[in-house]
């Protein structure tokens, strides 16, 4: 979110201030490495006839552990699924721009999508985490300016932003938090003296609010407006493509993670 300046904002004049989350907590970037896909009774599947596999799955005592897919067919995996012994999707592995190189994780529970993980400057880093509640982001962590570090928070309601705090100085605490109603900024404050407390700001004229921030899902479905009366449904899970003739060759991981 860009930063407001002090013409956006009408005098503090009683607005109540807004407080730190405790769950602010500055994570360190960490490599996205990938995982191996073994284990058992390995199965190619050629999707589109041409002699090559397209995917590859792994099976033991005839349940499917994992398997790697070729979606773009050019001879690499691009996404790489591993299951649970309920046959439930557990994790993914993504390269979604085919370069080789993964570009985001994520993980599952009972089949549901909680969580993703981003590498989003292609460095083999992951510097995004999304939570996720159905198909709703409820809190987003970044490390927006590639410091190493965690320094902006996102918190959502329903896939919509409600909240943004942000450690603009990388001192591991924030100094500036925030406030959205209906998706709009609508209230500003600083820590000017550092000492992890606001201590500037207030509400920000309506006449300078910015266009409400648009929804946001986690799974990529269409979200339901807040005041719908029923909310979106949870996504199913993926299935696994159907089995065919094992052809001679198999898709490689590409270079790297």
Not at 72 to 99: A, K, S
Not at 174 to 189: F, K, M, N, P, T
Request: with cysteine; proline share 6%.
């Amino acid at each position: 979110m860009a930063a407001g300046s002090a013409a956006w904002l009408t005098a503090c004049g009683g607005a109540a201030p807004i407080a730190s989350d405790q769950g602010d907590v500055a994570r360190e970037v960490v490599p996205i490495e990938r995982m191996d896909c073994d284990g058992g009774e390995e199965q190619l599947v050629d999707l589109d006839g041409d002699g090559r596999a397209n995917v590859r799955q792994v099976l033991k005592d005839g349940k499917l552990v994992c398997e790697q897919i070729d979606i773009n067919l050019d001879g690499r995996v691009d996404l790489t699924r591993f299951y649970g012994p309920d046959q439930q999707v557990t994790f993914e592995q993504h390269d979604f721009d085919f370069d080789g190189r993964l570009d985001q994780q994520a993980f599952y529970e009972k089949g549901q999508l909680v969580r993703k993980e981003l590498d989003t400057n292609f460095d083999r880093l992951i510097d995004t985490w999304i939570f996720c509640e159905g198909p709703y982001i409820t809190r987003l962590e970044r490390d927006r300016r590639h410091t190493g570090r965690v320094n902006t928070w996102e918190m959502y309601k329903k896939g919509q932003l409600e909240r943004v705090h942000y450690d603009n100085d990388n001192d591991l605490k924030v100094d500036r938090w925030e406030q959205y109603s209906a998706g709009r900024l609508v209230q500003i404050a600083e820590d000017v003296n550092h000492d992890g407390s606001p201590d500037r700001g207030g509400e920000v004229a309506p006449d300078r609010m910015a266009p409400a921030a648009h929804m946001v899902s986690c799974d990529g479905s269409e979200l339901a407006a807040p005041d719908a009366e029923q909310a979106a449904p949870a996504p199913a899970p993926a299935a696994p493509p159907p089995a065919a003739q094992a052809p001679a060759s198999t898709p490689s991981e590409g270079e790297g993670g």
